[in-house]
């Protein structure tokens, strides 16, 4: 043992701040519950993510699925960094295949000058999952058959 030196007992650190720990080391914006599976339990685990939703770090964008939180610079209210870009990766992340829509298809080819506004996602298979924020939610069109 050291002469002299102190033993200080370190506290240990909250399942808040690990969580808080790993989603600042992760690439994406978007994070499921089972991603921190493996630090708690289910409610544990759910409380930790509902503790940082309260700091304004994470915000909740459907069941069991969050993203980074940025301030918005109009109304100061925590937004999703890259807008509803976000929530088409959070559809990714579920494994569900997305493609450009009709509307877009037609933009992209000089077809329309409509701008299409981010908010119908086309996606081959079914869904069934409600992902929005702040009342703005994303709604689905089937895509077609994939490309051979």
């Given amino acids: 043992m ?18 808080a ?3 600042a080391r992760k690439r994406g914006d978007v994070f499921l519950r089972e991603d921190f ?9 759910g409380r ?3 503790g940082l ?19 918005s610079p109009f109304s100061g209210k925590p937004v999703p ?5 976000t929530l088409t990766e959070a559809l990714r992340r579920l494994g569900v295949e997305t493609a450009p829509t009709r509307l877009e298809q037609a933009y992209n080819a000089g077809k329309s ?22 009342g703005v939610f994303l709604k689905y069109e089937r895509a077609g058959p994939a490309p051979r």
């Avoid at 939703?53 to 301030?71: D, F, H, N």
């Fill in 21 to 23: 720990q790993r989603i």
């Fill in 37 to 45: 599976s493996d630090l708690g339990g289910y409610d544990q685990v």
């Fill in 81 to 85: 960094p890259k807008g509803l870009g």
């Fill in 2 to 19: 050291f002469v002299g030196m102190k033993s200080l007992p370190l506290k240990p650190e909250s399942l808040q701040e690990r969580l």
């Fill in 53 to 71: 939703v309260l700091k304004g770090q994470l915000m909740k964008v459907g069941y069991g699925i969050y993203t980074r939180a940025a301030k």
């Fill in 48 to 50: 930790a993510l509902r």
């Fill in 113 to 134: 000058t409509q701008v299409p506004t981010g908010r119908v996602v086309a996606v081959r298979g079914r869904v069934s999952r409600q992902i929005g924020y702040d």
